[in-house]
């Protein structure tokens, strides 16, 4: 389980999270929504050691994780996926999920093409496109891949930051029933950050809704999708 409690990152005056407190449970998808500047990429990125809190504690499976390089987060089973489809544009899709997998190469070596080839057999897209340049991709493959690179590297629990970010609905809908069956069949954990607020709740246990870096509401995420008057107050409709 991952555990934050009274989390503050600023940079310089302004604060970006304060005192944020919430948990994600194992095996479940916890999704955090808010509108812009919410504080929700600050909150994965300090969760993966991107951002460094100035207060706080964030314990993930017991231990505590901050101050750890990113590196060493990887290693403790934690991937992030971050906003706008990150891939490397130069290297082919097959490179770039290999990328994701290079700390295990060594202490995993069998089960490296095994990986693999359960990324392809997620998004089979990727397979009819492995020797391509990432580059060349569409929006929704890109996200594919960066996904890919992510849960190649056999996370325990997975960062995703806005999945759905400037891709068609269709797409948005592939991706994160792909997301929702991983959890269901493989206990993966999910903190899932998004600003489309309905397609968040729709998929996800538990709803956490963030303002100007503040937890306004931590609820079952059934509940959180009811309650007209907190999303006309923070989310607009």
């Known amino acids: 389980m991952l555990t934050i409690e009274n989390l503050t990152t600023s940079f310089g005056s302004v604060i970006a999270l304060d005192g944020v407190s919430m948990t994600a449970q194992e095996s479940k998808i916890t999704t955090v929504i808010g509108a812009n500047g919410a504080g929700k990429s600050t909150l994965l990125r300090t969760i993966s050691g991107l951002e460094s809190p100035s207060a706080g504690s964030i314990t993930w499976d017991g231990r505590s994780i901050v101050g750890l ?60 496109r492995r020797k391509q340049l990432a580059g060349t991709l569409s929006g929704g493959e890109r996200q594919m891949l960066a996904i890919s690179r992510a849960l190649v590297s056999r996370p325990k629990l997975l ?34 950050v998004e600003q489309n607020a309905n397609t968040a709740l729709g998929v996800a246990d538990h709803g956490v809704l963030l303002a100007l870096g503040k937890v306004v509401a931590d609820r079952p995420a059934a509940e959180l999708k009811a309650d007209s008057s907190l999303r006309a107050a923070y989310l607009g409709y």
Request: glycine share 6%; charged share 20%; net charge negative.
């Open 69 to 128: 390089k990113p590196e060493d987060i990887v290693r403790a089973g934690i991937a992030h996926v971050p906003e706008g489809h990150a891939v490397i544009s130069e290297l082919s899709v097959e490179e770039n999920i290999n990328m994701g997998s290079l700390f295990r190469r060594r202490s995993h070596k069998s089960d490296v093409a095994a990986s693999l080839d359960e990324m392809y057999q997620l998004f089979p897209r990727l397979q009819e």
């Open 159 to 192: 960062l995703l930051d806005e999945p759905s970010l400037g891709l068609a609905p269709l797409v948005v809908v592939q991706i994160i029933d792909c997301v929702n069956t991983l959890c269901r069949s493989t206990g993966l954990t999910v903190l899932l």
